[in-house]
């Protein structure tokens, strides 16, 4: 089970941080990843990093503002956003999976979902 918190609104420029805790065992080859679903559109990808190594990769829109993270200890992800934008609003989904991959089939365990709102 993932259960996601840390999510709210915030003005454009402004900063929030999303924590996914994973309840159950994580084997180190997992692959944990964030994905996002705005209003009327598809659920789109936005980081991942390996359980066991610290190996992340990043949509081209969210590079250099997201930060993607983990607590072994704590079995927790987070996710890092700086300098938000109008356009980040969405429901923010954590993912467990076990491929270094960034589409939405290479993952079967998912959040409920947390709504971030950036008003510009």
């Known amino acids: 089970q993932l259960v996601e918190y840390g999510g709210g609104s915030v003005q454009a420029g402004g900063s ?3 924590s996914c805790v994973a309840s159950g065992r994580i084997f180190s ?3 944990m990843a964030w994905f996002r679903q ?3 559109k ?6 991942l990093t390996r359980w066991s190594r610290t190996s992340t990769l990043y949509a081209e829109s969210v590079k250099g503002r997201f930060s993607i993270s983990r607590d072994n200890a704590a079995n927790t992800v987070f996710l890092q956003m ?3 934008k109008a356009e980040d609003s969405a ?5 467990k999976g076990s491929q270094y991959a960034t589409d939405r089939s ?5 959040g409920q979902g947390t709504q971030v709102t950036v008003a510009s």
């Open 91 to 95: 429901v923010y989904y954590c993912a």
């Open 16 to 18: 929030l941080r999303l």
């Open 29 to 31: 080859s997992s692959v």
């Open 38 to 40: 705005a209003l009327g």
């Open 106 to 110: 290479s993952y079967n365990f998912w």
């Open 82 to 84: 700086n300098d938000l």
């Open 42 to 47: 598809e659920r789109e990808f936005v980081a």
